[in-house]
Structures are given as C-alpha cells and as structure tokens.
Antibody, heavy 118, light 108 residues
Framework: QVQLVQSGSELKKPGASVKVSCKAS????????MNWVRQAPGQGLEWMGW????????TYAQGFTGRFVFSLDTSVSTAYLQISSLKAEDTAVYYC???????????WGQGTLVTVSS | DIQMTQSPSSLSASVGDRVTITCQAS??????LNWYQQKPGKAPKLLIY???NLETGVPSRFSGSGSGTDFTFTISSLQPEDIATYYC??????????FGQGTKLEIK
C-alpha cells in the first residue's frame, strides 16, 4: 500500500536549519511529483511548492523562495525539505503529498511539527 | 495569483442535514479543483478531484460540482464522523496551488 512516512518532530532555535524527510513506499517514486504544504498552528493550509522526482527540478510558491529547499534521494525514495535561518513564524506542521498531472494530493505524509523557539 | 474564497468559515449542522460549502476562484480555473477533509491532528484527505470526481473509497454522500470560478461541495446527509475542516484547492495556476481558507464543520 502507498505510504509517505515523514521524520519526527523537531525543536530548533532561531537561526538554525532543519531538514524534514518524506519516505515513499508502495509505488514507483519517480512516477509522482512530491509537494510540500505548511500549516501553522490553528491556521489553514499553504502550498509551498513541488519537486519533479524525475529531474529533481523544484518549483517554489511565492513566499517560499530563498530559505526553503526541496531535494531528493531517489535511491531511497525520499524527498526532503530543508529550511534555513529558521524564524519563530516557521513554526508549523509540514506535510508532503504526492501528485501527478491527473490527480494531486491523493496521499499525504503524517506531517512533521517544526517548532522554532529560543 | 489566483485567490480562493471559501465560505462559510464555520458551519453548525445536525446529523442528517444537507451541508453545502462554496469556493470561488478569482479567475477561471476550469475544473482544476480539489476538496479535502482534515480532522484534528491528521493530514488532509482527498475527497473530490477535478471538481466533481469522487476519490476511491470516499462515501457517496460527498459530492462536488462547478467549473470556471464557482464550485460547491455537498454532504448529502451529515454523519457524526464528518466533523472536520474542509478545504478547496485550485491547481490551475503553477506555482501557486492555492487553498481556500477552510470551513470548520461542527455538529449542532
């Protein structure tokens, strides 16, 4: 069965970096793009962008350029989200979700809580 | 950028009621719209894709309609397990696959 399993919660200080992983199983990793979505505490969903798992080419939504980097390790069917120079406002749950041109967001990871606090 | 205006922001209804949520796009998005259900502490779950297609395994009391700029999501007979927040999302305009603000559904 299809599964996206994300890494565990993180507590980081302002200015630090964090790398969240999303390990896929149950399907051919390179047949689906991987999307990233942010949800701040008590807030709605924000689509951050996606990465083409064939080419490794990332696309970032407005507001998620510069400090946010999507990457892959196709040998272990894993996508990564790295956030640098963390700020308190980066505190959120981050989700990965797969997509194709015919269907977006049919499977999601369980979410990773990143807390930024001094 | 395409803005998605979802309404209402919250809704209280009784078990068995018909529930309707609307989503309006700021420009034509054809039928490039998803509807998701999110329960507290859980990831969103895809219910409807391409505005009106029911995702596999989703109960038939859920439905979606619309095209262009105006979309509707309906629960034909509200069940207690449907208590959640519902989101629309457009995917016509890369790289901004915008979500609506969400509708929190509660039991009256």
């Amino acid at each position: 069965q299809v599964q996206l399993v994300q890494s565990g919660s993180e507590l980081k200080k302002p200015g630090a970096s964090v790398k969240v992983s999303c390990k896929a199983s149950g399907y051919t990793f390179t047949s689906y793009a991987m999307n990233w979505v942010r949800q701040a505490p008590g807030q709605g969903l924000e689509w951050m962008g996606w990465i083409n798992t064939n080419t490794g080419n990332p696309t970032y939504a407005q507001g998620f350029t510069g400090r946010f980097v999507f990457s892959l390790d196709t040998s272990v069917s894993t996508a990564y989200l790295q956030i640098s120079s963390l700020k308190a406002e980066d505190t959120a749950v981050y989700y990965c979700a797969r997509s194709t041109v015919t269907k977006r967001g049919d499977y999601w990871g369980q979410g990773t809580l990143v807390t930024v606090s001094s | 950028d395409i803005q998605m205006t979802q309404s209402p922001s919250s809704l209280s209804a009784s078990v068995g009621d018909r529930v309707t949520i609307t989503c309006q796009a700021s420009q034509d998005i054809s039928n490039y719209l998803n509807w998701y259900q999110q329960k507290p502490g859980k990831a969103p779950k895809l219910l409807i894709y391409d505005a009106s297609n029911l995702e596999t395994g989703v109960p038939s009391r859920f439905s979606g309609s619309g095209s262009g700029t105006d979309f509707t999501f309906t629960i034909s007979s509200l069940q207690p397990e449907d208590i959640a927040t519902y989101y629309c999302q457009q995917y016509d305009n890369l790289p901004q696959y915008t979500f609506g603000q969400g509708t929190k559904l509660e039991i009256k």
